[in-house]
């Protein structure tokens, strides 16, 4: 998570403007899919920790309730958190629907600081109580695309489509050859469409 975590400190200082709105928050929204937003008052502390995690390559929930990053990733032990972990933590009552999340930083005594959007409207650290922890939360990062395991399969799937016809083909009669050359093909196609995409999907922030 060093990477995202990087990349949120980028853009400490980010403030909502006091007149209009602040196109660098609205951004923030339109890159997990909601443009339809149009001010910087609405929450924005799950847009911007999507948005930072789309950033480097990494999925994000595409939702705005912070405490839909209670199932994103792996859940990792509060007291192993390590910098760029998201971290949610209950707003008003443990049970209630209301929440934060940000990007761990490190903990101070009882007070974890956290890296986040939308913290007294803006980007900043801010220390909150570590007992409001609902959970952190954590997403390894791949190095590139072809890390993916669609991708992986994808080519698989071509690697075996055109070996298998290769082999077989030397030893059948014409027809049988347009037929297996022509299945080979459309093998080829799938995958080449499922690969297409992965890639769609991870320039979107997906895995």
Known sequence: ?????????????????KEGHN?????????VGHDWVKDDETAWCAAFVGA?????????????N???????GQSVEIGAAEPGDVVVLWREDPDSWKGHVAFFVRYEGDKVILLGGNQANQVNETAY???KIL???RMKERKSPT?????RAGA????????????????????????????????????????????????????
């Open 147 to 151: 890390q993916s395991k669609t991708m």
């Open 52 to 64: 930072k995690l789309k950033a480097v390559g990494l999925p994000h929930t595409g939702k705005l």
């Open 23 to 31: 196109p660098k928050v609205l951004k923030y929204f339109a890159d």
């Open 66 to 72: 912070a405490r839909s990053y209670l199932d994103w």
């Open 156 to 207: 698989t799937v071509t690697a075996s489509g055109v070996g298998t016809a290769v082999g077989a083909v030397s030893s059948l009669d014409s027809v049988a050859q347009y037929i297996v050359l022509g299945f080979a093909g459309l093998t080829v196609l799938a995958a080449i469409f499922i690969m297409r995409e992965r890639l769609k999907a991870w320039a979107n922030g997906y895995r």
């Open 129 to 131: 109580d570590a007992d």
């Open 1 to 17: 998570m060093k990477k995202v975590y990087s990349a949120a400190r980028e853009d400490l200082g980010t403030w909502e403007w």
């Open 135 to 137: 959970g952190v939360r």
